[in-house]
């Protein structure tokens, strides 16, 4: 563990709006994902992605260590519902996919920020070097591509559109959205 832990973990709790196991897993995984990747400071380097594999404490707490977000296309969501997250050295693609894999015990009478400070990363994580096939259309920056829905007539970006029965279309048209207009 570097001697950013406190650091880490009180940006963390700001962020997100208390500490629990998840926000002290996401602080040790980003901080092991940057050291993996050599980075110090994140604000300083700009050429990484972070997939995060679930809609989790975890994944406010590895966006506030590593200052990736959704809306600048550094942070992926992928919904695994996994305490996982892995780190992508934007030019090589080649990076680490951390996992909890913790057979500790906790209980809600201990405070999870001393409980799991006395637990290495190896013996909290599974890592597993991986590659990641990133297309332009992932990296972030300005949209590399755009297209219409022939249905609903709104603006695709990304190559994100579907293309069925000779339509162009956007996923909700095409798979049915997750919201109802009323």
Request: proline residues 3%.
């Amino acid at each position: 563990m570097t001697d950013h832990y406190e650091e880490d973990i009180k940006k963390a709790q700001e962020f997100h709006g208390h500490v629990c196991t998840g926000i002290v897993f996401g602080v040790r995984i980003a901080r092991a994902g940057l050291n993996f990747l050599g980075i110090e400071d994140p604000s300083k380097n700009k050429d990484f992605i972070v997939y995060v594999e679930a809609d989790r404490c975890l994944a406010d707490a590895v966006q506030s260590v590593t200052r990736c977000s959704l809306g600048k296309r550094r942070l992926k969501w992928m919904d695994y519902g996994k305490m996982a997250a892995s780190f992508i050295d934007i030019h090589t693609q080649k990076g680490v996919r951390i996992v909890v894999n913790n057979q500790k015990m906790f209980s809600d009478d201990d405070d999870p920020v001393a409980f799991w400070k006395q637990f290495s990363d190896e013996e909290l994580f599974k890592f597993e070097p991986i590659t990641v096939a990133l297309k332009p259309e992932d990296l972030p920056g300005k949209p590399t591509k755009r297209a219409f829905c022939e249905i609903c007539h709104e603006k695709i970006n990304d190559g994100r559109e579907l293309h069925k029965d000779g339509k162009v279309l956007c996923q909700a048209c095409a798979n049915g959205a997750y919201y109802q207009k009323i």
